[in-house]
T-cell receptor
Framework: NAGVMQNPRHLVRRRGQEARLRCSPMKGHSHVYWYRQLPEEGLKFMVYLQKENIIDESGMPKERFSAEFPKEGPSILRIQQVVRGDSAAYFC????????????FGQGTRLTVV | AQTVTQSQPEMSVQEAETVTLSCTYDTSESDYYLFWYKQPPSRQMILVIRQEAYKQQNATENRFSVNFQKAAKSFSLKISDSQLGDAAMYFCAYSGTASKLTFGTGTRLQVML
């Protein structure tokens, strides 16, 4: 049973480009969470999704950021028109239940905006 | 809103000794979970230990144990017989009815030979 898979591991984008981060949850997990970790800081919640539904997006910036978790395929975190301040590690976690009792994390995607 | 505070940015311990990492939290909820995660240089977030708030007994996982003081809203992590591989960032986290995890700012643990 493969763990949570995130790709790419490293992503470099120029200012103004789009970044797409992918997360494939563990088999049997239908709940996905995205977190952002700025350098030397803890992880901050961004969004919680179930298949085809956004459950909680209270941590998502109002502009340029969006997330989806389609019926088929991975969850996608999309950042449009990236700026230097978007440089961070983005982590995905999945769980089989709605409560974060058994959340498993991917290895993260490190986004660098140049 | 729930908050998690880790007041020790850095800690060090001698190999084979015991170290305690502190964590306090603030919540008005009665049903919640508390976690300690380890983040080594690889950045992988590894669950170390989990405590359910309604359980009075402190959780234990091999060399790792917690001191859960619900009334004081304190959740410290004790690492016994420290090993070089324990060196990492340690994050305390809270999960309540909102389901998401709220993390502290982390404690960097160094293990000395």
């Amino acid at each position: 049973n493969a763990g949570v898979m995130q790709n790419p591991r490293h992503l470099v984008r120029r200012r103004g480009q789009e970044a797409r981060l992918r997360c494939s949850p563990m088999k049997g997990h239908s709940h996905v969470y995205w977190y952002r970790q700025l350098p030397e800081e803890g992880l901050k919640f961004m969004v919680y999704l179930q298949k085809e539904n956004i459950i909680d997006e209270s941590g998502m910036p109002k502009e340029r950021f969006s997330a989806e978790f389609p019926k088929e395929g991975p969850s996608i975190l999309r950042i449009q028109q990236v700026v230097r301040g978007d440089s961070a590690a983005y982590f995905c976690a999945s769980s089989p239940l709605g409560r974060n009792t058994e959340a498993f994390f991917g290895q993260g995607t490190r986004l660098t905006v140049v | 809103a729930q908050t998690v505070t880790q007041s020790q940015p850095e800690m060090s311990v001698q190999e084979a000794e015991t170290v305690t990492l502190s964590c306090t939290y603030d919540t008005s909820e009665s049903d919640y979970y508390l976690f300690w995660y380890k983040q080594p240089p690889s950045r992988q977030m590894i669950l170390v230990i989990r405590q359910e708030a309604y359980k009075q007994q402190n959780a234990t996982e091999n060399r790792f144990s917690v001191n859960f003081q619900k009334a004081a809203k304190s959740f410290s992590l004790k690492i016994s017989d420290s090993q070089l591989g324990d060196a990492a960032m340690y994050f305390c986290a809270y999960s309540g009815t909102a389901s998401k995890l709220t993390f502290g700012t982390g404690t960097r643990l160094q293990v000395m030979l």
